[in-house]
């Protein structure tokens, strides 16, 4: 029996919804990075930071490359780069729209300006 589409999609969005994951991939937006920076820009145990990047790997919107002792990871292609593009932009929109609503509910529970004085 085939997978629905939007089961698919579902467990993609699935396996982004860690933030480690996103993390790795806003790092690998500019290029392959090695896994002792990413260490270093995430700051998390290296067991974790391994479990993450094998997600990632699995998926397949990542690759790795070993150069001796170094393994670097990119992305596999641009896509990804614009899916977090697309995810900030709407996040952007969403927040711009709360602090709006904020803003009015703060006005709202304003006390009243007092009226001037007559001259």
Known sequence: MQVPL???KADFFRMLGHPVRIRVLELL????????DLLADIEIEPSSLSQQLAVLRRSGIVVSTREGSTVRYELAGGDVADLLRAARRILTELLTGQNQILAELQQADAPPRPLPAPR
């Open 6 to 8: 939007y089961q698919v």
């Open 29 to 36: 937006q500019h290029g392959p990075v090695s896994v002792r």
